[in-house]
């Protein structure tokens, strides 16, 4: 099957999908391989044709080593150039009929029909080889790395189960250390927490379609208050039920990402956080109302339509609304983003990065960011007023946000003596269950109400 020598093709195998435009939305945008929905069709299409030919058919599931670190050193715009290498080099490698697909930001699924155990071993070794090679992102040459599962599909078996037994492989490749191969069958089959949150992904991505399409979405609000008691303003935090039990926001909130629900769920967050933003105003308690976003939807060119959108239909200032960005957004080179981000200011919504001191900031990209606020991570808080040294950070990021024309808030406070700490650092303001725990929209107009009074 595999000729000896190998040398690498001179371009992409044919496969089922290479009559259809680069724009097709089956395919990614990056690597134009097909993206998770196509690549799932392609499985069930690849191994009912294995089972009526009797043929066997490999599952190859590659991820890549270490690439948050590339997202978070050279932002995403670097790391999607790196994810575009390897996609060339992937392609490269491979000489056989074979449909690529990518299933995540750093994972790529490879379905190679008429390949046995022996020569997809093979073949997934030479990957080894290809994706180590060294690369260079702006100035600076690196050395990627993988880790690969192979499967090879059994008589009766369905395509996930088959692309199952692959990332098992794989999560085990990893936790080995990396830049290494695990064949289905060599890897254990208890005790890894990766099995249990592959099995869990597709049940999470049902439930994430059920909740928007039958109200199982909620946003609960946290007060930001500031050292003077005034409420500086309210965050909203996104919830989701099934079947009446919340769903952990750690465990939907990734999937979303992967599967692209992202958008969907922040474009309802926009519409319910200035609808509540509206209702506090006509109850004569008008507070900023801060939205979380993420990269995906300042990344969609729709972005800025969902934000006026939402803005008209609630009929809110847009002076009373934020959009809280994670600390490494403010890195991402990406045009769009940075348009969308300077468009929002441009109307009047405010911009807030959070989680501050936790990720790899670089000061430049802040010096350039119009945000209107800071808030400083709640690792830097729960060690206070003992640790010295957070306290001296604290101060230090506190000053600097100053400086800049920013809100500084501290996350995360859940005591007297660390609030006396953030106050003696300077800092503006503060949020945690020390002024409140996330409460319901109905809970908050009367917490509100009831300050106002006070």
Not at 56 to 69: E, N
Not at 223 to 235: N, S
Not at 268 to 276: D, E, H, N, V, Y
Not at 383 to 402: C, E, H, N, Y
């Amino acid at each position: 099957m595999i000729d000896h020598p190998y040398r690498p093709p001179p371009e992409r195998p044919q496969c089922y999908f290479d009559t259809m435009p680069v724009a097709d939305p089956l395919l990614d945008p990056i690597t134009g391989f097909l993206n998770r929905k196509a690549g799932l069709r392609a499985a069930a299409i690849l191994v009912a044709e294995s089972s009526t030919s009797h043929t066997p058919l490999g599952a190859i599931w590659v991820d890549i080593d270490r690439f948050r670190q590339v997202n978070e050193s050279f932002g995403h715009r670097g790391g999607d150039r790196v994810i575009a290498l390897i996609a060339e080099r992937i392609r490269a490698v491979v000489r056989l009929q074979c449909e690529y697909s990518r299933t995540g930001s750093d994972e790529f699924v490879l379905l190679v029909p008429a390949i046995d155990h022996a020569d997809a071993e093979l073949l997934a070794r030479r990957l080894l080889v290809e994706i180590e090679r060294p690369l260079r992102i702006d100035t600076i040459l690196i050395r990627p790395s993988a880790s690969i599962g192979v499967a090879i599909n059994q008589i009766g078996e369905n395509p996930i189960a088959l692309l199952e037994r692959a990332d098992r492989a794989m999560v085990e490749a990893k936790r080995q250390g990396g830049n290494r191969l695990v064949m289905s069958g060599d890897e254990p089959l208890t005790g890894r927490p990766g099995v249990q949150l592959a099995r869990e992904e597709p049940a999470i991505e049902s439930a994430l379609y059920a909740a928007l399409e039958s109200g199982g979405l909620r946003l609960d609000f946290q007060p930001i208050v500031g050292l003077d008691g005034r409420v500086e303003a309210v965050e909203a935090l996104m919830r989701c039920y099934v079947n009446g039990q919340q769903v952990d926001p750690a465990r939907f909130i990734p999937v979303a990402e992967k599967t692209g629900l992202i958008v969907r769920l922040g474009e309802w967050s926009l519409l319910q956080g200035t609808r509540c933003a509206a209702r506090l105003c006509r109850q004569g308690t008008p507070t900023k109302l801060a939205i979380n976003v993420s990269r995906a939807q300042l990344l969609s060119p729709s972005f800025i339509q969902a934000l006026h959108g939402a803005l008209l239909c609630a009929d809110v200032p847009p002076a009373l609304i934020e959009l809280e960005l994670t600390e490494s957004l403010i890195m991402d080179l990406s045009e769009t983003i940075q348009a969308n981000l300077r468009t929002a200011r441009e109307v009047g919504v405010g911009l807030a990065i959070d989680d501050f001191g936790t990720g790899y900031s670089c000061l430049s990209s802040l010096k350039d960011l119009p945000a209107s606020k800071l808030k400083l991570d709640r690792t830097f808080v729960g060690v206070l007023p003992d640790d010295r040294r957070s306290f001296a950070i604290v101060k230090a990021m506190t000053r600097l946000g100053q400086e800049l024309g920013m809100i500084v808030v501290a996350e995360g406070v859940e005591t007297c003596t660390q609030l006396a700490a953030l106050a003696e650092a300077g800092v503006d303001a503060s949020q945690g269950f020390l002024h409140a725990r996330p409460m319901t929209e109905d809970a908050l107009l009367a917490w509100m109400t009831q300050r106002e009074q006070k």
